[in-house]
């Protein structure tokens, strides 16, 4: 390998540019650049110049390659990121979507075709065999394994407890992946959630399991399980109202007047 090493008059005085070009090998001819501090620290990329360096020097238009600053590179990374949508997300303001995370895949199948003229006997002509669902990785719920919520001081909240009814079906068998697919398929889905019926879905769930349905055991829902389920309703209401009255009872109290030595403040 033959090295090369000047002075970069782009950075602060003493920092030096080392150009590498390799002899031999498939890679032969290319080279490989460092940069090296005035106390002899090295650098092999950008990013790691940009964080040594911080604000002393502005490295936005800085080609690494050459050593030399390129406003114009600046400029075209401005366009490209004014005109980038997903850059959008990033300049600070929330990002409000709630959609799961869920691998977005291209349809694969032929998609509707429409002949737009003006002649009356136009029609639309479909695939009939198309299917109207979009394809889903299959186990795709395992990605929501260790995502937990929190209250308003950050303290992560206790899982719900599941029905003993309820059995998982598939690699991951946890109470916590139970709950978070069964969840999901509520968000999601307006479909009834019947959960796997089919047999050979347990014995093979990589083939035979339905993705239209959460990663749980068929079940069926009786009138005792709504009855018991009305009660802790009722419950949750009856908690509330009187957390509710509590509450108006202490502001009630808090703007009374006070009376000092038989005079109103």
């Known amino acids: 390998m033959e090295k090369k090493r000047t002075d970069c008059p782009a950075l602060p005085p003493g920092w030096k ?33 940009s964080r040594y360096l911080g604000n002393t020097v ?21 366009q490209r990121l004014r005109h980038d949508p997903l850059s959008l997300a990033k300049g600070g303001k929330p990002d409000l979507n709630t959609a799961l995370p869920i691998r977005q895949t291209a349809s694969i199948f032929k998609q509707p075709v429409t002949k737009v003229t003006n002649h009356p006997g136009n029609k639309v002509k479909t695939d009939p065999q198309r299917g109207t669902d979009q394809p889903t990785q299959v186990f795709w719920e ?16 206790r899982n719900m407890d599941l029905p003993k009814g309820l059995q ?74 009187e957390a509710l009255m509590a509450d108006g009872f202490a502001r009630a109290a808090e703007n009374a007047p006070v009376v000092l030595e038989g005079k109103t403040a």
């Open 17 to 49: 540019k080392e150009e590498v070009i390799r002899k031999s090998g498939l890679s032969a001819g290319k080279s490989d650049v460092y940069y090296y501090s005035p106390s002899g620290k090295k650098f092999r990329s950008k990013p790691q110049l």
């Open 58 to 78: 502005d490295l936005g238009c800085f080609d690494f390659r050459t050593g030399k600053m390129m406003p114009g590179k600046l400029q075209k990374n401005k």
């Open 142 to 157: 395992r990605r929501l394994k260790g995502l937990r919520s929190s209250d308003a001081t950050e303290e992560v909240l």
């Open 168 to 241: 998982s079906v598939g690699p991951d068998s946890s109470d916590e992946t139970l709950l978070s697919t069964i969840a999901s398929a509520l968000h999601m889905s307006s479909a009834p959630i019947t959960g796997q019926t089919s047999v050979a879905a347990e014995k093979n769930p990589a083939i035979w399991l339905n993705t239209s349905q959460p990663l749980c055991k068929a079940f069926t829902i009786t009138d005792e399980h709504i009855r018991e389920q009305e009660l802790k309703v009722c419950q949750a209401r009856r908690s509330l109202e």
